[in-house]
């Protein structure tokens, strides 16, 4: 998919990533680094914990999601960065091996009334592990309008 | 700092992390995984974007934020997992070199209803540059409660 302005999204709009599949390894290094608890770093030690056995940190699941929808190609050289992040929810654990499938719904388009270049875009993720939702959370992300002139 | 259980916090308390440094190549490492956008993971490229040189990804801030507070062991083996973020906000670029330094306010400690072992908690997560915000988040946590019987 090539990438759009914002003037080419709707409210409504839906895309699926590729699917995308979480490696024992991944969860430890991501987690020493981002999220150094016992039951995301140590595979042995997690046996004795809450969930019984290693799960990745959240904010690996929701960092492989937006990954998998950036690659998609969508927004590219259009995003301008994102301000906000909000309702992250975390509803299942995700363990080494779950393939990951997120589905991306396009909540708001909303124009910058100071910017006229510009415009917001607000979007749902929704994460899940065969038919089980693991994770949800909504970006707000700044995203160029096309040029005046230019072909629609 | 020992592990606390739920019921040694208060809403008011505040921590400090230690502060961090954003290297640059931890920038693109964790962006070529987690949100592989040019101007998180080409330094030469992201000189002609609206950022004029490599960020951090907002992904990445917050996880080092985070990650800090885990250091301090407060929670240690009495966290029972968090299952929501809000109100995540990135309010200027973090670049390579910059010390993140983070405050940690507990905002609301509440008991669980239908399980005596265990509480919430929420915190403010406030990361600041020098004397820049750059981001805010809150976080909601499982703790266990001190087992009955225990001395306080």
């Known amino acids: 998919m090539p990438a759009r302005y914002w003037d080419e999204f709707?409210?409504?709009?839906?895309?699926?990533?590729?699917?995308?599949?979480?490696?024992?390894?991944?969860?430890?290094?991501?987690a020493e680094k981002y999220d150094?608890?016992?039951?995301?770093?140590?595979?042995?030690?997690?046996?004795?914990?809450?969930?019984?056995?290693?799960?990745?940190?959240?904010?690996?699941?929701i960092g492989m999601a937006f990954a998998q929808f950036i690659r998609l190609d969508?927004?590219?050289?259009?995003?301008l960065g994102g301000p906000a992040m909000d309702e992250v929810r975390w509803s299942a654990p995700v363990r080494p091996g779950d393939k990951l499938e997120?589905?991306?719904e396009v909540l708001e388009?909303?124009?910058?009334?100071?910017?006229?270049?510009?415009?917001l875009i607000r979007l749902q993720f929704t994460?899940?592990?065969?038919?089980?939702d693991v994770a949800q959370f909504q970006t707000t992300t700044f995203l160029r309008r096309r040029p005046s002139g230019d072909d629609a």
């Not at 409504?12 to 991501?30: C, K, R």
């Not at 969508?74 to 995003?79: P, R, T």
């Not at 388009?109 to 415009?119: F, L």
């Open 36 to 61: 150094p608890q016992t039951f995301h770093t140590d595979p042995e030690a997690a046996k004795d914990t809450f969930y019984g056995g290693l799960i990745a940190s959240g904010h690996q699941t």
């Open 127 to 132: 994460t899940r592990v065969g038919d089980t």
């Open 109 to 119: 388009v909303r124009a910058s009334k100071s910017r006229p270049d510009r415009g």
């Open 10 to 30: 709707s409210a409504g709009d839906v895309f699926q990533t590729d699917p995308v599949v979480v490696e024992e390894a991944n969860i430890i290094t991501f």
């Open 74 to 79: 969508l927004f590219a050289e259009n995003s």
């Open 102 to 104: 997120t589905s991306v």
